[in-house]
């Protein structure tokens, strides 16, 4: 089975949005550049906060505004999901 491991929200401003979910979260930044912040959630999975203009490719309008990945062992893993 996969396992889960982060949740990326793309935001207007990195740096204010990491105050407000480590308020919230009552977490501390993991990881943190100027467009891109990281805060554990517990059991090993992450938030990251990227910061729209800095999303890299840009997204789609209609694609959403996330991401959500899971590790698993290697390439084969993925296509056998």
């Given at each position: 089975m ?16 990491s ?5 919230l ?33 840009p ?23």
């Amino acid at each position: 089975m996969a396992e889960f491991n982060i949740v990326v929200l793309y935001v207007d401003d990195a740096q204010a949005s990491s105050t407000f979910y480590q308020t919230l979260l009552e977490r501390p930044v993991a990881q943190s550049s100027p467009k891109f912040v990281l805060l554990p959630l517990g059991n090993g999975a992450m938030l990251g906060l990227w910061q729209r203009d800095a999303v890299e490719p840009p997204p789609a309008a209609e694609a959403g505004c996330n991401e959500i990945s899971w590790a698993v062992a290697n390439a084969e893993a993925v296509r056998d999901l």
